[in-house]
């Protein structure tokens, strides 16, 4: 199916983006397990998910639009093993992704692929969830004290 150029390239662009959030999501999930914080590894798991349907969604549709997914390629991934840290780092990527769908959701448009901005929005209303829940953790850390928090994720 014939995809303009510059819809092909936000959606490989995404796909790095996704491909990035799983895998950095992949390392706090590890910190997570081997600390023994089970309600926490639970919620970074759900994430991974998220982001892989993402990156499925995404894949497919390049697909569709004749193109080759590249799946090689991710950005530098920012991790910590301090957990406050690490919520911190993932909402900063969740709310870049937030920032990019929305530019490429006003691409589209300009560029009449209704169909490709569908996938987008759908995303992009994922990504405001996972601000939220990284925001709301934030704010429990904030008013219980890490320890605290840490032992509710045992
Ligand atoms: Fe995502
Ligand atoms: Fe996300």
């Known amino acids: 199916m014939k995809t303009s150029p510059k819809v092909i390239a936000a959606l490989q662009s995404r796909l790095v983006s ?9 390392a706090h999930l590890a910190f ?4 023994g914080y089970t309600k926490l590894a639970a919620y970074i798991s ?11 969604a995404l894949a497919n549709r390049l697909v569709l639009g004749e193109t080759v997914p590249d799946v090689t390629r991710i950005d530098p991934i920012k991790t910590a093993s301090d957990f406050a ?4 780092l993932d909402l900063a990527s969740e709310t870049q992704a ?21 996938i987008f929005e759908t995303i992009l209303a994922d990504e405001e969830d996972h601000i939220e829940d990284a925001e709301q953790r934030l704010a429990q850390i904030e008013a219980m004290g890490i320890d605290n928090w840490l032992s509710a994720q045992l």
């Open 32 to 35: 997570a397990k081997v600390a």
């Open 18 to 26: 996704e491909l990035t959030a799983r895998n950095q999501y992949a």
């Open 85 to 88: 840290e690490a919520l911190r």
């Open 98 to 118: 937030r920032a990019d769908y929305n530019a490429d959701v006003g691409m589209c448009i300009a560029e009449g692929d209704a169909g490709t901005r569908v």
């Open 46 to 56: 759900e994430r991974i998910a998220d982001e892989d349907k993402h990156v499925g």
